[in-house]
């Protein structure tokens, strides 16, 4: 079967990890129980799952410590499992540098909200590992691993007429603005990057569950963390794209670890995006366009096609196609059709998350490898993404006038018989 990722459960608690094992499994990931902070220590170094939760074992506040200040086991995100969410505990959390708290009686949805975003955290550092290894095959050195977060001051977005509540668990740690409304909130947004906002009034919008998945489908904000402190239903929000759904007044300890936890993990994600830049470099990449060129692309999918097989992972492969770039070339000439197909090859990489990887694979043709992606994902992501190239006027140089992109796209996932052959032509086969 195929699974999203590897998670270890560390608790003594037998009933109560076999029933959180259970909940995972049914969403698709792939589960190992340990009942000791010994064994669970062990099993890290020598296994490296996606993800460590940590229930009722001795001093787990120490094992969660012990892995996140190793050498070896620091990219692994960690939570720790509790019966009650505890100021006390939230702030140790916090200070041993792990991922937060997640009680165990949690519904599936926040269950899920809070395992979805580790897992592709998870991904990313082996996005990391994998691109460098390929990149020093053609001579180009890269990071392969990055645990420290972007040294700069996190910005926060504060939302809501409850700013004054907020400010001063957050204020001596975080550049706080303001919005008092969601209109204003949108369009702060569009002027900056935030590490997270935090979403709180007195009385709720009836917009406020639209605002959350209207950020969360946005391709610059979809990995922005939303804090939001309200009475209501949590589930309609975690499914909506909330990160965190608070109470409308909690514990400050709460709410600062909460929120810093997350500016924390969103700031290693911009750490870590920097780093896979490294493998983009002369010998990888496509001259003209800057993308990663074919020999890199082909070498790459080969090592993550062999990865999902032998672990079970989803893996997806999609291509972008634009046939009217020889209409352009003919119309206007080919260095009008070249500035085409570079903007062409930008925008499918600005509008991916920073793990999937695009490469040129043909003349005005990109491919892209989603890792770690069930295939109705992936062509969720693509279709949108086309949507937004279909309807953009490309401004092309020497050219008086705006440019479409006739946008074809086609997508597979990766089956147990596949080889690399196999699989592209599939995906190619796809193209509409």
Not at 161 to 173: K, M, N, T, V, W
Not at 401 to 407: G, M, T, Y
């Amino acid at each position: 079967m195929i699974r999203l990722a590897h998670v270890l459960i560390v608790d003594s608690g037998h009933s109560r990890a076999e029933a959180l094992q259970g909940r995972l499994s049914n969403a698709g990931y792939s589960i190992a129980i340990l009942g000791t902070a010994a064994e669970g220590e062990a099993a890290v170094a020598t296994d490296h799952p996606d993800l460590v939760l940590i229930g009722d074992v001795d001093r787990p506040v120490a094992l969660a410590t012990a892995l996140k200040q190793g050498g070896a086991t620091a990219d692994i995100p960690v939570l720790l499992l509790a019966d009650e969410l505890t100021p006390e505990l939230c702030a140790e959390a916090l200070n041993c540098g792990c991922d937060g708290v997640l009680t165990t009686d949690c519904s599936d949805d926040e269950l899920l909200a809070r395992i979805r975003p580790l897992g592709r955290l998870a991904t990313m550092h082996a996005e990391l590992r994998l691109r460098a290894r390929i990149a020093q095959l053609s001579g180009v050195n890269a990071r392969d691993r990055v645990i420290e977060r972007a040294s700069s001051r996190p910005a926060v977005l504060v939302v809501g007429d409850r700013g004054a509540e907020i400010q001063g668990p957050l204020s001596d740690d975080v550049e706080l603005a303001f919005a008092a409304t969601l209109t204003e909130a949108e369009d702060a947004l569009t002027r900056r990057n935030f590490d997270a906002a935090v979403l709180s009034f007195a009385t709720m919008p009836d917009s406020m569950l639209g605002f959350c998945a209207q950020v969360r489908h946005n391709p610059r904000l979809f990995n922005l963390p939303m804090v939001l402190l309200a009475e209501c239903d949590p589930a309609d929000f975690y499914r909506a794209g909330a990160t965190r759904v608070l109470g409308p007044a909690p514990d400050a300890r709460v709410l600062r670890s909460a929120v810093l936890i997350l500016v924390r993990r969103q700031q290693l994600r911009w750490s870590i995006r920097g780093a896979l830049a490294d493998s983009l470099a002369e010998g990888t990449r496509d001259a003209e366009t800057g993308a990663y060129g074919h020999h890199f692309f082909s070498a790459y999918l080969k090592e993550r096609l062999d990865f999902a097989s032998a672990s079970g992972r989803h893996l997806a492969v999609a291509f972008f196609a634009a046939p009217n770039i020889d209409d352009v070339r003919r119309q206007f000439g080919e260095d009008a059709a070249q500035h085409l197909t570079q903007q062409f090859g930008q925008w499918i990489a600005g509008l991916l998350r920073a793990e999937d990887l695009v490469a040129r694979t043909g003349r005005h043709e990109f491919g892209v490898i989603l890792p770690d992606t069930p295939l109705a994902e992936a062509e969720t992501v693509i279709h949108r993404i086309a949507g937004v190239l279909t309807y953009t006027d490309f401004a092309v140089r020497e050219v008086y006038q705006p440019v479409k992109l006739w946008v074809q796209v086609g997508a597979t996932d990766a089956h147990a018989s596949d080889d690399l052959t196999t699989l592209l032509a599939r995906a190619r086969r796809n193209i509409d």
